[in-house]
């Protein structure tokens, strides 16, 4: 830490206004550390240095004022909280060139720390309405001859994420953005490629942004989620841009952000009113969940029953993008059973996940077994629980993934009461760290 002159009284009049107490604060930011991947131990001492005027070292400015953002209901920056950090890291106004500048940051090995330890930021966590109504002709998205290496990339990262989690080959797809993709947004192609181009580099980088997701980086998992959905509105692809709002409401809820969830939520399914059917069961599902959580029954069963007419409706499409797969479906149907009270008719939606999960899916099928095992035990299944934790241990080993890292965390906390049974005690003997 450095000192600056006098004390913080910025700091002070916002934990005034806020009701927090020193203890508090620390305890938010170190909350905010683990939704960046960082172990954080701050206590009310270290808050009191800051009031004192001494200034934490990155990234406990932009943690504490963003831990003050949530607490007060609207925007607090650094320097706002009595932290000067320089100038705002606002990205520019036009898509293509905030997109270009946070993918040569990544690439950056000086800025790369900096833009990783970037906190999520629930005011971020907006978004414009969708682009207008899409204009005659195919549409975008599809494999042409100006495009064809794209879609070879989009089909090999989707599938690395699934079959290797989201830590691997996180720097192979920033290198690729950076060095491939960035150069043939920089223009002198007919308008139709160039919005090709868009929707696609649209793709690349919602696959990136669950990359870090999955690596417990949420922070910039937004950044690169916000690039996907403004690249697909510069192309005026209503159904892409839906697609990428929907996967940053659930990124909202699983941080326990709901209003932002169901907000998102719901402009991805206004969004999408005339979206294929596959996009259209994923985009409801997600509707099903936030409103589930938000205590909407009705709306919740009526969104999960449009999502399930939308699947039946759907081809059998295998192509990242063009599907919804009925395993990933029924894991949703599983979160909003749940949600609503419904404990048993969770139980079958992941069975039915489980058994419907491709062998090429280790990361979905890990993650179902792991959610299996802690509803298992949650409803007095202990052999069951074990039994599905067993499973996903074994895919576990094939991933590097930060959400089977946590999975395996909880599993641990969950079976610690029962240690001196035995399946609890071999699971619990076979997860010891370092083993």
């Given amino acids: 830490?450095?000192?600056?002159?006098?004390?913080?009284?910025?700091?002070?009049?916002?934990?005034?206004?806020?009701?927090?107490?020193?203890?508090?604060?620390?305890?938010?930011?170190?909350?905010?550390?683990?939704?960046?991947?960082?172990?954080?131990?701050?206590?009310?001492?270290?808050?009191a240095h800051w009031l004192s005027g001494t200034q934490p070292r990155h990234p406990a400015p932009q943690l504490a004022a963003e831990a003050l953002t949530r607490r007060l209901g609207r925007p607090v920056t650094p320097d706002a909280a009595g932290f000067p950090v320089g100038s705002p890291d606002a990205p520019p106004a036009d898509p293509v060139a905030a997109f270009t500048a946070l993918c040569r940051a990544d690439a950056d090995a000086s800025r790369r720390t900096a833009l990783h330890q970037r906190?999520?930021?629930?005011?971020?966590?907006?978004?414009?309405?969708p682009p207008g109504p899409p204009g005659p002709g195919r549409p975008l998205g599809r494999r042409t001859e100006a495009t064809w290496a794209l879609h070879d990339a989009v089909a090999f990262f989707a599938g690395s994420i699934d079959t290797h989690g989201g830590r691997h080959a996180r720097s192979a797809l920033c290198a690729y953005l950076t060095d491939d993709v960035v150069p043939l947004l920089s223009g002198g192609q007919p308008q139709r490629t160039r919005s090709e181009v868009l929707v696609l580099a649209s793709r690349l980088a919602f696959l990136l942004a669950r990359m870090y997701e999955d690596g417990l980086l949420h922070g910039v998992a937004q950044r690169y989620y916000t690039c996907a959905h403004r690249l697909a509105?510069?192309?005026?692809?209503?159904?892409?841009?839906?697609?990428?709002?929907?996967?940053?409401?659930?990124?909202?809820?699983?941080?326990?952000?709901?209003?932002?969830?169901?907000?998102?939520?719901?402009?991805?399914?206004?969004?999408?009113?005339?979206?294929?059917?596959?996009?259209?069961?994923?985009?409801?599902?997600?509707?099903?969940?936030?409103?589930?959580?938000?205590?909407?029954?009705?709306?919740?069963?009526?969104a999960l029953a449009r999502a399930e007419r939308a699947a039946e409706r759907a081809g059998s499409a295998a192509a990242p993008f063009d599907s919804y797969p009925a395993a990933a479906l029924h894991f949703q149907s599983s979160i909003v059973l749940e949600s609503l009270g419904d404990l048993q008719g969770a139980l079958a939606a992941l069975r039915h996940a489980t058994a419907e999960r491709s062998p090429a899916d280790v990361r979905g099928r890990a993650l179902t077994q792991a959610r299996f095992g802690q509803l298992l035990l949650h409803t007095g299944h202990l052999d069951e629980a074990c039994a599905a934790w067993e499973g996903f241990l074994a895919a576990r080993e094939r991933l590097r993934s930060g959400?089977?890292?946590?999975?395996?965390?909880?599993?641990?906390?969950?079976?610690?009461?029962?240690?001196?049974?035995?399946?609890?005690?071999?699971?619990?003997?076979?997860?010891?760290?370092?083993?």
């Fill in 233 to 302: 509105g510069e192309a005026g692809d209503r159904t892409s841009w839906s697609v990428v709002v929907r996967a940053m409401s659930a990124q909202a809820q699983r941080l326990g952000h709901l209003p932002s969830a169901l907000q998102l939520a719901d402009a991805a399914h206004r969004g999408a009113r005339s979206a294929p059917p596959a996009q259209q069961a994923y985009i409801q599902a997600q509707l099903a969940v936030a409103l589930g959580m938000s205590g909407d029954r009705r709306g919740a069963l009526a």
């Fill in 1 to 47: 830490m450095t000192n600056r002159r006098g004390p913080n009284y910025e700091l002070r009049a916002l934990l005034t206004e806020a009701g927090w107490t020193q203890e508090a604060l620390a305890r938010a930011v170190n909350a905010l550390g683990a939704e960046i991947g960082a172990s954080l131990r701050y206590d009310r001492t270290a808050v």
């Fill in 119 to 129: 906190p999520y930021r629930v005011a971020d966590a907006v978004v414009s309405g």
């Fill in 403 to 435: 959400d089977a890292e946590r999975a395996l965390r909880d599993m641990r906390e969950a079976l610690r009461p029962f240690r001196n049974r035995k399946p609890a005690a071999e699971l619990l003997k076979r997860t010891v760290q370092g083993r």
